[in-house]
């Protein structure tokens, strides 16, 4: 079965950074693309970041163009998420995603909190 679990979170200063890692199994991992979202408290889940099957085609939200890179090694089954430039209102529970034959798979999710 489809398994996604992130990792890498954690407490850090604003301006500092994180490396989110998320081990995928259970599908063919490199016909697929992937996600990230996060969730605040009180707020509703929002995308991050997605890229494409063979990681030619990123998307970013807004607020995180030039902050955040996602990348992917279809070798090793994973996704990653450098967060540069963190700011408080980056304190979130961040989950990988993907959507593997129209379901869609969440990880248990990682929490990161951007706080001095």
């Known amino acids: 079965q489809v398994q996604l679990v992130e990792s890498g979170g954690g407490l850090v200063q604003p301006g500092g950074s994180l490396r989110l890692s998320c081990a995928a199994s259970?599908?063919?991992?490199?016909?697929?693309?992937m996600n990230w979202y996060r969730q605040a408290p009180g707020r509703e889940r929002e995308l991050v970041a997605r890229i494409s099957p063979t990681g030619t085609i990123t998307h970013y939200a807004d607020s995180m163009k030039g902050r955040f890179t996602i990348s992917r090694d279809n070798a090793k089954y994973r996704v990653y998420l450098q967060m540069n430039s963190l700011k408080p209102e980056d304190t979130a529970v961040y989950y990988c995603?993907?959507?593997?034959?129209?379901?869609?798979?969440w990880g248990q999710g990682t929490q990161v909190t951007v706080s001095s």
């Open positions: 995603n993907a959507n593997v034959d129209w379901s869609d798979y």
């Open positions: 259970g599908f063919t991992f490199r016909t697929y693309a």
